[in-house]
């Protein structure tokens, strides 16, 4: 599978950003898909994720409030809304994939997604 993360782009403190993480080359019913972000000198952190087959969404507590997956069935994609956007939210968004075949709650940790796309820079100015 090939993913293409995109809508990544500058925004000023307080506005908003809807990514797009779109998929070729597999089915979407067989994947739990994952946004992680990548700071300037920090490691990947876990954002959001979605099991496509249930509509089950993981989130870390930290970015419950501010951020929510979903996703758009006309487009086999999956969103990432982001509101309220801080400068500490400024970072490189990843989309990833995790091949599952039940309709559990996806793991919010990096290690189980195998499949990543190359990232949409995100900056949010003070």
């Known amino acids: 599978v090939q993913l293409q993360a995109s809508g990544g782009g500058f925004v000023q403190a307080g506005g908003s950003l809807r990514l797009t993480c779109a998929a070729s080359?597999?089915?979407?019913?067989?994947?739990?898909i994952g946004w992680f972000r990548q700071a300037p000198g920090k490691d990947r952190e876990f954002v959001a994720a979605?099991?496509?087959?249930?509509?089950?969404?993981s989130y870390p507590d930290s970015g419950k409030d501010r951020f929510t997956i979903s996703r758009d069935t006309a487009k086999d994609a999956v969103v990432l809304q982001m509101n309220s956007l801080k400068p500490e939210d400024t970072a490189v968004y990843y989309c990833?994939?995790?091949?599952?075949?039940?309709?559990?709650?996806?793991?919010?940790?990096?290690?189980?997604?195998?499949?990543w796309g190359q990232g949409t820079h995100v900056t949010v100015s003070s």
């Open positions: 979605i099991n496509w087959r249930s509509g089950r969404a």
């Open positions: 080359g597999g089915f979407f019913s067989r994947w739990h």
């Open positions: 990833a994939a995790h091949t599952t075949a039940d309709w559990s709650f996806p793991p919010a940790r990096e290690g189980p997604y195998d499949s």
